[in-house]
């Protein structure tokens, strides 16, 4: 229990590798527990990077090469960081209103049914125990990703091209808590979704009134927190996928429109390396969070140079975390492609009915269409702002879109089924921006003249 | 929350109609999604909702039973084999078979396994196997020896290699 219970925490450690986050602008002036989050959010990217980069150069992964280095150069960031910022005056915290309650009791009921559904089974990942569970303890017994696991014939199972930022969190699970501990590590699919609450929270509360902040980041947890078992999704990818991409997105959204001062556009460039690191689905997640950052951009009157930096800046950091890990394959001979079951282009539109059909069923998401629901209702309410919501939209558009075109090609007797075990799976990403698309769709105009 | 008070003009106005219109939406999805939660725990029979559960794989729909109870089979199958020996994996169908192959490199760390199946295709590398893991014991391999039979298979020693 003892063993398990700190298996269960460990990721939370990550926060120390993250913390000049918790005191850049504006994250420096959000809620302890936000500013947590973005410490974790950053000490998970980093921790990734690093480890594949010492993996890469044959460096195992040891309490000096690992923990020294970036605990340290953390510490000393955050220190530089904390000295320049000047001292917040003593407040009395936030007024506890009936939201705020609301809040603190959406979060105790979504965490304990993520977590009793955790570990009483009943949203177990088979990919836990088919490959993310075993990279992670291969990992950890050899100190580096193991290149001759991922080459081996008969790996293709384990998506050996899939970025490792997954296992190597569960390889620290792995060093901290002594072993891993397979029913406690189901439950790890809570902390990906509660460390993304506060964080969510004060992102929101950056263009909406703190109360409505708080309702709506607790109706996107409550609607993972039934997604996520639903989607029998504990334990593999896709809660810290949600956690990346709903906290890029937000914080792209978070700066109010024409106003770039005191922005956390930083910190959604790091949540996108997040995303490009936890699985290769994940590059059509980025690859459409860009592009409706960029599409914003452009509507939004931004042209020449300016225009070029952000592009430059969305592009360039995350790709570059990628990069750590494309290295790392084309040196230790890791197979670079993924086996597919359809060739892309082959498609057929004789079954679109069927495919229509089954996609609506499976947008259930555990919530009988109401996450969804509300979520499209909202932002067709605020219709008239969708050029500010593009990095939300295109995104919760886009996978939709890309997973009704990869059905189209499927070939088999057993569409529904195959429906059925992906589409829960991987439209999360897309629940979650279209959430925080809404969230933000319903933010009060900005005044003028201040 | 500091952050609440930013001086950049975007939350000026007063909340007024619209947004407690808002905030109601939100709060009516949260005590819908609310509902939902209880909703899941109520079609539980109460006598199976927080018992503990046995393996990973206790209660995850659709499963074929096999797989379920392979992966106690084979935490029972880790305390017989020696370390560094090889195994493979002999089931009723392909592709429980290599289901069961795939979790037992999570559980049969210090082994070295070789599939029989993987999906539909047979592998030959199987063959070479010392020891043969027989979920709920459905076959005995020619010629080998039965080293323990276990509640969820057997073990079957093969001889040297």
Not at chain 1, 196 to 205: E, Q
Not at chain 1, 393 to 399: E, M, N, Q, S
Not at chain 2, 68 to 75: D, E, I, K, S, T
Request: net charge neutral.
């Amino acid at each position: 229990m003892a063993e398990g219970t700190l298996f269960f925490l460990a990721p939370l450690a990550l926060s120390l590798f993250g913390l000049p986050a918790a005191w850049a602008s504006p994250v420096d002036r959000f809620s302890p527990a936000g500013r947590f989050s973005a410490a974790f959010v950053t000490g998970v990217v980093a921790f990734t990077v690093w480890l594949t980069i010492l993996s890469t150069a044959g460096i195992r992964w040891s309490a000096v090469s690992v923990v020294l280095p970036l605990g340290g150069g953390s510490l000393a960031l955050a220190v530089v960081l904390a000295r320049r910022v000047p001292p917040r005056s003593p407040g009395g915290g936030e007024p506890r209103t009936l939201a705020w309650i609301l809040g603190v009791a959406s979060f105790a009921i979504g965490s304990g049914h993520l977590a009793l559904a955790a570990l009483t089974s009943r949203a177990t990942s088979m990919d836990y125990l088919y490959f993310w569970g075993v990279k992670a303890l291969r990992f950890a017994r050899i100190g580096g990703i193991d290149a001759s696991l991922l080459a081996e014939p008969f790996a293709s199972h384990m998506h050996s091209n899939y970025p490792p930022l997954v296992p190597l969190v569960y390889g620290w699970g792995i060093e901290v808590a002594g072993a891993l501990s397979w029913q406690f590590g189901l439950a790890t699919c809570a902390i990906w979704l509660m460390a993304a609450v506060p964080l969510l929270r004060d992102l929101l509360a950056m263009r909406l009134p703190p109360d409505e902040a708080t309702m709506a980041s607790s109706f996107w947890f409550l609607a993972f927190a039934l997604a996520v078992p639903a989607a029998y999704s504990a334990g593999n990818a896709e809660p810290p996928l949600v956690l990346f991409s709903s906290v890029a997105i937000a914080a792209l959204l978070s700066a109010a429109p024409g106003r770039e001062g005191g922005s956390a556009r930083w910190l959604a460039l790091i949540a996108l390396a997040g995303v490009l690191l936890t699985k290769n689905e994940g590059v059509i997640v980025y690859a459409l969070i860009a592009a409706g950052a960029l599409a914003g951009d452009v509507l939004g009157g931004l042209r020449g140079a300016q225009l070029s930096r952000r592009a430059a800046s969305i592009t360039i950091f995350p790709l570059a975390a990628l990069g750590s890990w494309l290295l790392f394959e084309v040196l230790h001979g890791v197979p670079m492609h993924d086996v597919t079951r359809e060739q892309a282009g082959e498609l057929s539109l004789s079954h679109a009915g069927s495919v229509a059909v089954e996609f609506f069923r499976n947008l259930d998401a555990g919530s009988g269409w109401i996450a969804w629901a509300l979520a499209v209702a909202v932002i067709a309410v605020s219709w008239r702002r969708w050029r500010l919501l593009l990095p939300a939209i295109v995104p919760a558009l886009g996978i939709l879109l890309f997973l009704f075109v990869y059905y189209l090609h499927y070939r088999g007797e057993s569409l529904g089924v195959w429906v059925s075990w992906t589409m829960p799976r991987v439209s999360l990403s897309a629940l979650g921006a279209a959430i925080v698309g809404a969230a933000f769709a319903s933010a009060p105009e900005p005044s003028s003249g201040t | 929350m500091d952050v609440t008070t930013e001086k950049d003009g975007t939350r000026g106005a007063s909340p007024g109609r619209a947004g407690e219109a808002r905030r109601l939406v939100w709060f009516a999805g949260c005590v819908a999604l609310t509902a939902m939660i209880g909703a899941y725990w109520w079609r539980i029979p109460a006598a199976d909702r927080f018992r503990a559960a046995v393996s990973p794989l206790d209660r995850v729909a659709g499963m074929n039973t096999e797989t379920r109870v392979g992966w106690q089979f084979l935490w029972q199958a880790r305390d017989v084999l020696p370390a560094g020996a090889t195994y493979t994996i002999v089931g009723s169908e392909p592709h429980a078979e290599t289901s069961l192959y795939f979790m037992s490199l999570a559980v049969l760390t210090e082994l070295r396994g070789m599939p029989s199946h993987y999906g539909e295709l047979p592998v030959e590398q199987g063959g070479a196997a010392r020891y043969v893991l027989v979920s709920r014991c459905s076959l005995e391999p020619p010629g080998a020896t039965l080293v323990q039979r276990l509640d969820d298979g057997c073990v079957w020693d093969r001889g040297a290699r």
